[in-house]
């Protein structure tokens, strides 16, 4: 796929604009791969990918920690590298991995981090962070008795320590349980209403989908697609229900032709797929056409096109 297939736009209100970046390490791997992104001011950008897709490298280098091998990052219309005092104070980045002191009081954690900006104190400032982030009664906790949850929030708090306009998120949801996930998602929408400008980097599909306005599938460092979420979601919501015949047969009987189904091999399994969202999938019907047909089954199941899948698709799709 071509870098003008994906994402760069007009870039007319890019907040962050990504161009031609390109990152290779030092034991030779290229972990990007010639990347063009357009983020647009106030949405939320899901990244989708699997493990070492190249995620937290983007987001690194977007925010100064990585240096690229090629290509341009502009933030706010700062040049990351040339400007990156000007740029860096526009972001925010909540790390993949949860690194905090282990003694410091949570107040004093995120005043620190809004000083490392130059930010002048603001208590009051910080107070009300906390609270947005339900950590109001922690203030005066040390960091290291929290839970993993709250840990998380103290790390976006930091991030968000000196009011920037993009945020980054690193798998915030990695590892945290459903309850605790579904928290953070409402505070992430509480963000975004703020007019904070979100990326945020998942494994989980459900997340893109309950968070996000856009969706990226990046793979082995290039960005396959990014889409409006429901066109994407849309794309990818497939479903299939597997029927497995008592008896194999050699050709699909003319009154199933309808299901456009795929008949294994062997002959005994048909495979019918169908659209999760759709408001009728067609599987009564074509569960009574297949007895109808005088066909007998022997077991049916289902599966759910998998991240893995999609990516398998839509790296077919590229090649
Ligand atoms: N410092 C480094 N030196 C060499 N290779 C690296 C370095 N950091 C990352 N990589 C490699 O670059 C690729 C992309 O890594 P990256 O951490 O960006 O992936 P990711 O999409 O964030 O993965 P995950 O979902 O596991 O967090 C991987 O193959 C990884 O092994
Ligand atoms: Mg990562």
């Not at 505070?187 to 494994?203: C, N, S």
């Not at 009728?280 to 991240?307: F, P, Y």
């Amino acid at each position: 796929m071509k870098a003008s297939d994906t994402s760069a736009e007009t870039g007319v209100n890019a907040i962050v604009q990504v161009r031609g970046l390109s990152k290779t390490y030092d034991n030779g791997h290229q972990a990007l791969k010639n990347i063009d992104l357009d983020i647009r001011e106030g949405e939320i950008l899901a990244l989708l990918g699997p493990n070492g897709a190249g995620k937290t490298t983007l987001i690194s280098i977007i925010c100064g920690l990585v240096n690229a091998s090629g290509g341009t990052v502009l933030v706010g219309g700062y040049d990351h590298v040339k400007q990156y005092r000007k740029s860096r104070e526009l972001i925010g980045l909540v790390p993949q991995e949860l690194a905090l002191g282990a003694f410091e009081l949570v107040e004093n954690t995120v005043a620190l981090s809004r000083g490392l900006f130059g930010k002048s104190k603001n208590p009051e400032f910080i107070q009300q962070l906390l609270e947005n982030l339900s950590l109001g009664d922690k203030a005066t906790s040390p960091v290291n008795r929290l839970s993993g949850g709250m840990k998380r929030r103290v790390l976006i708090a930091k991030a968000l320590s000196h009011e920037p306009r993009v945020l980054f998120l690193d798998e915030p949801t990695a590892g945290v349980d459903v309850e605790l996930r579904k928290d953070m998602w409402a505070v992430i929408d509480e963000l975004r209403a703020d007019g904070v400008t979100i990326i945020l980097t998942t494994h989980y599909i459900e997340e893109a989908e309950a968070i996000a306005d856009r969706v990226g599938v990046i793979n082995a460092g290039e960005i396959l697609v990014i889409e409006d979420k429901q066109v994407l979601m849309d794309k990818l919501g497939k479903k299939q229900l597997v029927i497995e015949l008592r008896e194999a047969i050699k050709t699909i009987p003319a009154e199933l032709e309808e299901f456009n189904l795929q008949l294994c091999e062997v002959g005994n399994t048909l495979t019918y797929t169908y659209d999760i969202r759709a408001e009728r999938t067609g599987i009564t019907r074509l569960l009574n056409d297949v007895q109808n047909a005088g066909l007998t089954l022997k077991d049916i199941s289902t599966s759910q096109s998998s991240l893995e899948d999609i990516f398998v698709n839509l790296v077919k799709a590229d090649a």
